[in-house]
């Protein structure tokens, strides 16, 4: 049907004008949204935002090579799928302990035990969805406004903002690529003071893919020894290592009742969407831990637990399968960065991360990273997501086919060629 023109413009004025009365109207019903003081000082995960905003590239029609986001691209290996299945058909679909059901804190006890040749007890494990609250409840229970956390920079961003959020001062200790991104254990000790805390350490190292030396590490757990400051140890990499093997505070002498192992599901068995992680610490601050899960989430899932036990009892041969894809896609980025100009890449030795150095090209690292984005197709993240000594690094996960790798290293140099 044809309607008239001055019907029609009737139309969009009396449409205009009902608009602008709705919102007026919502402004003054709904009110200004108050919030607390403390969700001013929480931080983000930029590897999350870049992600959506390559995904509305890709929604406009823009095909994008993802390495920005820290995931396994490979399947959780179907022994664990059908143990989970096999749960929830067996009914595993209720409330557990929230600690933890007793089968997976046994079984993470043990796999720590013998891995790390130390003593663990079921009671010294927490269950948790994810890794993140481990970091979330330890910095919780025992940071109180004021106190110092030493932590990594550049460093996983959630450190930084979970330490800010309950009020404690963030003080960063430098990884420096000319130590290879070891920690300079030296620098740590100087900035130990009366109101230190917490240290958190972080090997295999995110996003460097550095790792912290047994000789370090020996030196730290010497200066540590009677000081009473706890540690929180980040391994979820641990079971990523391409050179040499993995070693943990935990193992030296009077650090284990100091030391809160972080591990979990998620890298290893590339179970990133099942979310569950776990703590390791000593029996009272597990207590403490647990009564900040009864608080927040109740448990983790009990048919996901299950699954769990299964991942760390069953076969670990998808374990090994996928290190060495690993291992063969770092060749081919670190290879193929070292060629573009203006880039400089060592070669990372655990995790599935490469920060190459981009200072030659002259490009600020957050600028070049969003141009290689929207101009490129290629989704990386810039140095400072992980705090501001990042600056003149990029962040690329190799956790991506070796194709679709070769295929990034292609666009980012025609870009270089018509833009450095």
């Known amino acids: 049907m044809n309607c008239p023109r001055d019907i029609l413009a009737g139309l969009e004025t009396c449409g205009t004008r009902l608009q602008s009365e709705w919102g007026r109207f919502m402004s003054t019903s709904v009110g200004k949204l108050r919030l607390a003081n403390r969700m001013s000082r929480l931080g983000t995960e930029s590897a999350f935002e870049v992600l959506v905003r390559a995904r509305e590239l890709e929604a406009r029609g823009k095909e994008i090579i993802h390495l920005e986001i820290g995931e396994p691209d490979f399947s959780t290996p179907p022994n664990i799928v059908e143990a989970a299945a096999r749960a929830l058909r067996e009914g595993w679909t209720h409330y557990g302990p929230p600690a933890g059901l007793p089968q997976l804190r046994e079984a993470v006890a043990g796999e720590i035990a013998q891995r790390l040749d130390i003593t663990v007890d079921p009671g010294e494990v927490v269950i948790t969805p994810g890794g993140k609250p481990v970091m979330f409840f330890t910095i919780l229970a ?231 984005l929207n101009e490129a197709g290629v989704a990386c993240l810039w140095g400072t997501a992980f705090g501001d000594w990042g600056e003149g690094y990029l962040r690329f996960s190799f956790a991506n086919s070796v194709e679709n790798i070769q295929k990034a290293l292609e666009r980012i140099e025609n870009w270089t060629k018509k833009n450095l």
């Open 142 to 372: 025992l940071v109180e406004r004021d106190d110092e956390v030493l932590y990594p920079n550049p460093g996983f961003p959630i450190y930084e903002s979970l330490i800010q959020f309950v009020g404690g001062k963030a003080v960063p200790y430098g990884l420096r690529e000319d130590r290879d991104f070891d920690v300079d254990v030296g620098e740590v000790l100087e900035k130990i003071t009366g109101h230190t805390r917490l240290i958190i350490l972080n090997s295999p190292h995110n996003p460097t893919g550095g790792m912290m030396s047994h000789a370090e590490l020996a030196r730290l757990a010497q200066a540590l020894e009677g000081r009473e400051i706890f540690v929180l140890s980040d391994e979820i990499y641990s079971r990523l290592i391409y050179e040499g093997e993995h070693a943990s505070l935990a193992q030296f002498p009077g650090m284990k009742e100091w030391t809160i192992i972080l591990n979990g599901f998620s890298k290893t068995y590339a179970m990133t969407g099942w979310r569950m992680g776990y703590g390791v610490m000593r029996a009272d601050l597990a207590r403490q831990v647990t009564l900040l899960m009864t608080n927040s989430n109740s448990c983790t899932a009990s048919f996901s637990q299950i699954a769990g036990v299964e991942a760390l009892r069953g076969p670990q041969d998808s374990v090994a399968r996928m290190r060495e894809e690993f291992r063969r896609r770092r060749a081919v980025i670190v290879e193929g960065l070292n060629r573009l100009p203006g880039f400089s890449c060592r070669q990372p030795h655990g995790a599935f991360y490469v920060f190459p150095n981009i200072n030659q090209t002259g490009k600020p690292a957050r600028a070049l990273a969003e141009a290689l």
